[in-house]
């Protein structure tokens, strides 16, 4: 029923707005693919005091997101030892930005690659979301370098870098090692398909350091 000054149609309107996109974050947020341990990462509840430049770089970067997106070096690369805060920054900011309706794809560079592997006697699947991570607005790809050594995963590791670098599309990345480090295999010798990849990395990102010990280790 509509009231004679229309604010009955305007507040069912209005509704309906609030519940398509409610709809469509929840959606977003199924499509991201957050493991659920990251899921509750927020930046009020990361430990500040340990990683101080590193959270203030990574609210930063979600509050002005919008503008950094267009500019060709807009994403973020965290690197540090193990447990100091790294994927707990890139999935804050992943939480705060799918709110806002951006589409996005994460994971563990290890599961993401497994993801890629024909499975069932076809590749269709695999090449669909080689695409995805490809394409997708915004990608979270955590833990990368352990799979330096595979032929087949650096592969599709410079797939995915080189065309979102191409593209200009904001890229989040973790990594335990160097940067440096990761041009190289357990040889000691230089990887060049991993060299073209730091390199596009250094372009495409901020690399913000972070030292210190394991906080998941102390005591309270």
């Not at 990683?51 to 203030?56: G, L, P, S, T």
């Not at 890139?90 to 799918?98: F, G, P, Q, R």
């Not at 394409?135 to 995915?160: F, H, K, M, N, Q």
């Not at 040889?187 to 210190?212: H, K």
Request: glycine letters at 6%.
């Amino acid at each position: 029923m509509v009231s004679d000054d229309g604010h009955q149609m305007v507040r069912q309107c209005r509704c309906a707005e609030l519940r398509r996109q409610k709809a469509l974050v929840e959606r977003l947020f199924r499509q991201a693919r957050i493991p659920k341990r990251f899921a509750g990462k927020r930046f009020d509840n990361f430990e500040v005091k340990r990683q101080e430049r590193a959270w203030q770089v990574a609210k930063r970067y979600a509050e002005q997101y919008k503008t950094l997106k267009d500019k060709p070096q807009n994403g973020l690369c965290f690197v540090g030892p193990p447990g100091t805060g790294k994927s707990h920054l890139a999935y804050a900011i992943l939480n705060e930005l799918l709110p806002q309706q951006v589409v996005a794809v994460s994971g563990t560079v290890p599961d993401l690659l497994d993801s890629l592997r024909p499975k069932g006697g076809g590749n269709a699947e695999a090449e669909d979301r080689l695409e995805l991570l490809k394409t997708a607005e915004l990608v979270v790809l955590d833990d990368l370098g352990a799979e330096r050594d595979s032929p087949w995963a650096t592969e599709r590791i410079y797939l995915i870098i080189n065309a979102r670098y191409a593209e200009q599309l904001p890229t989040i990345i973790t990594s335990n090692l160097p940067l440096e480090e990761l041009e190289t295999g357990a040889d000691g010798e230089v990887n060049l398909a991993w060299e073209r990849i730091v390199s596009r990395i250094w372009e495409m990102c901020y690399v913000v350091i972070m030292d210190g010990d394991d906080y998941r280790r102390k005591d309270d």
